[in-house]
């Protein structure tokens, strides 16, 4: 069968239920964005919202604003709203600090509520920031095992099994629920890093029982660079979860000034310290991209984008992948090899289709399904096969 047409592409956009989101982002002209899967690309709703939490909130408001700009429940009132796309019931999810303090966080909280076991079980070529969290908490009990062989690691000893769901190098997607049931059946926690995998993967984290969950909100979330990250704990553990940074802002009564430290009910008690306010209303404001949009939507979206880009460069450019052919395995994401990939992706830059590289040979295009259109999955492979093809790189 040969590749669809230009002709027969146009029609997808046509025919595209996600093709109005595109018009809630600001998008440079003529640029083909495929790293929204790093850089989620900037919303319309953003500037707005953040000028006036300067502007009026900040500026006119001044200290009233903890209450009147509704400030003090920011990190719940956003976390409820990623907890749509994670499939979690309100009052589980909280907003802030970065992925990498709130999975130590979460690890520390993890070995808590399963006294007596040590070990951390996950698995080679994990995130970098991941692994070194990970050898710092678990220290000698952490087991770091192929993929095939996470299952039988798992044993009486284990407290959690911690992974990330769609991989960063690969975009190579694991069965949540049934790794979390596996967990579960060792008596071990399912912890899970959905940095790659929220906002375009769907998730039913209380269906599915997860115990803790960490991700970024400035990729597929669009919250910007440095945007606060975000915390699922299911809502039976709240009562035991015991926060190993016992800020003032999860004390049960923070301006009660006590000596003593008392954690919050609910989710609050992840909380550190100040929230990071002006952070957080772009994040609420991004997120507002995804109002009207399911889950299934989003997923439909992504794997017709990406089923697209393997198809054509299969056809086209011939460039071997390390992202899987099957879609259930597959995140949002396709990753090629080429030998000198750095050089392929520089040049592919400067002539506007935006990727990245990771080493030591891997070209990775992320497909946002909120705005990567499939005229722009053709565009990125013309300009991949004449780069190719021609060896013109520099
Ligand atoms: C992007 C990413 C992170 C980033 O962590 P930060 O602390 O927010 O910089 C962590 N883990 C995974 C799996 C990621 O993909």
């Known amino acids: 069968m040969s590749p669809p047409a230009p002709a027969e592409v146009e029609a997808l956009d046509r025919a595209d239920p996600l093709a109005h989101t595109r018009e809630r982002f600001d998008l440079p002209a003529g640029v083909v964005y495929?790293?929204?899967?790093?850089?989620?690309?900037?919303?319309?709703?953003?500037?707005?919202?953040?000028?006036?939490?300067?502007?009026?909130?900040?500026?006119?408001?001044?200290?009233?604003?903890?209450?009147?700009?509704?400030?003090?429940?920011?990190?719940?009132?956003?976390?409820?709203?990623?907890?749509?796309?994670?499939?979690?019931?309100?009052?589980?999810?909280?907003?802030?600090?970065?992925?990498?303090?709130?999975?130590?966080?979460?690890?520390?909280?993890?070995?808590?509520?399963?006294?007596?076991?040590?070990?951390?079980?996950?698995?080679?070529?994990?995130?970098?920031?991941?692994?070194?969290?990970?050898?710092?908490?678990?220290?000698?009990?952490?087991?770091?095992?192929?993929?095939?062989?996470?299952?039988?690691?798992?044993?009486?000893?284990?407290?959690?099994?911690?992974?990330?769901?769609?991989?960063?190098?690969?975009?190579?997607?694991?069965?949540?629920?049934?790794?979390?049931?596996?967990?579960?059946?060792?008596?071990?926690?399912?912890?899970?890093?959905?940095?790659?995998?929220?906002?375009?993967?769907p998730l039913a984290l209380d269906d599915d029982g997860v115990d803790l969950a960490v991700g970024c909100s400035y990729k597929y979330l669009n919250g910007g660079p440095g945007a606060p990250a975000w915390s699922y704990v299911a809502r039976r553990h709240h009562a035991t979860a015991t926060s190993p940074i016992p800020g003032w802002i999860g004390h049960a009564d923070p301006f009660a000034m006590e000596p003593e430290y008392r954690p919050a009910a609910g989710i609050r008690r992840l909380l550190a310290g100040t929230p990071a306010v002006l952070g957080l209303a772009a994040l609420d404001a991004a997120l507002d991209a995804f109002d009207g949009v399911t889950l299934d939507a989003l997923r439909a979206k992504s794997l017709a984008l990406t089923d697209l880009f393997l198809e054509l460069v299969d056809a086209r450019v011939g460039l071997p992948t390390i992202t899987p052919r099957r879609r259930a395995d597959r995140g949002s994401q396709v990753s090629l090899c080429h030998p000198d990939a750095p050089a392929v992706m520089g040049t592919l830059i400067s002539r506007g289709v935006i990727g990245d590289v990771r080493p030591p040979d891997v070209l990775r295009f992320g497909f946002a399904p909120l705005y990567v259109r499939f005229v722009d999955v053709w565009r990125a492979v013309e300009v991949l096969a004449d780069v190719v093809s021609s060896g013109r790189r520099g």
């Open 34 to 201: 495929l790293d929204g899967n790093s850089l989620g690309a900037l919303p319309r709703a953003v500037a707005a919202r953040v000028s006036s939490a300067i502007a009026q909130e900040w500026g006119r408001d001044l200290i009233t604003g903890w209450d009147e700009a509704g400030w003090w429940e920011l990190p719940v009132t956003v976390g409820d709203r990623i907890g749509r796309l994670l499939g979690a019931a309100p009052g589980q999810v909280v907003a802030g600090d970065s992925t990498s303090v709130n999975l130590y966080r979460l690890v520390r909280i993890a070995l808590g509520l399963r006294p007596g076991r040590r070990r951390l079980v996950t698995e080679e070529g994990n995130f970098p920031t991941d692994h070194y969290l990970l050898r710092q908490v678990g220290g000698s009990d952490l087991a770091v095992v192929r993929r095939e062989q996470l299952r039988d690691a798992l044993d009486g000893e284990t407290a959690a099994l911690v992974l990330t769901h769609v991989d960063y190098r690969s975009g190579a997607r694991h069965d949540l629920a049934a790794l979390t049931k596996a967990a579960h059946a060792a008596g071990a926690l399912a912890v899970w890093d959905l940095s790659h995998s929220v906002g375009a993967v």
